[in-house]
């Protein structure tokens, strides 16, 4: 079992920066890979990235390839997001996801943190 809680969302200016974090309990956690999805008012859940268990891959929705970096400190079991040049579309509620499988995560992952508010502004 495996239970997330994200930190560090915010109301910020477009162009401005933003780091998500996300918190995992549990020992298995450097085994999980490790993602973002994103879910906008009115809107399907999306996949922003994801981080392989061994840190090796990285994985991003073509829509913040170049803004956005994920990582992971297994260490602490903890994964981020920092994101960058933030634009108003990327306005959404932010949730993390881990997934045993180890190399990305998709919307069946089997754990999901409760979600963080993004908001942009123009």
């Known amino acids: 079992q495996v239970q997330l809680v994200e930190s560090g969302g915010g109301l910020v200016q477009a162009g401005g920066s933003l780091r998500l974090s996300c918190a995992a309990s549990g020992r298995t956690f450097r085994r999980y890979a490790m993602g973002w999805f994103r879910q906008a008012p009115g809107k399907e859940r999306e996949f922003v990235a994801a981080?392989?268990?061994?840190?090796?891959?990285?994985y991003y929705a073509d829509s913040v390839k170049g803004r956005f970096t994920i990582s992971r400190v297994n260490a602490k079991n903890t994964v981020y997001l920092q994101m960058n040049s933030l634009k108003p579309e990327d306005t959404a509620v932010y949730y993390c996801?881990?997934?045993?499988?180890?190399?990305?995560?998709?919307?069946?992952?089997?754990?999901w943190g409760q979600g963080t508010q993004v908001t942009v502004s123009s």
């Open positions: 981080i392989s268990w061994n840190d090796i891959n990285t």
């Open positions: 996801a881990a997934d045993p499988g180890g190399y990305t995560v998709v919307a069946s992952s089997d754990y």
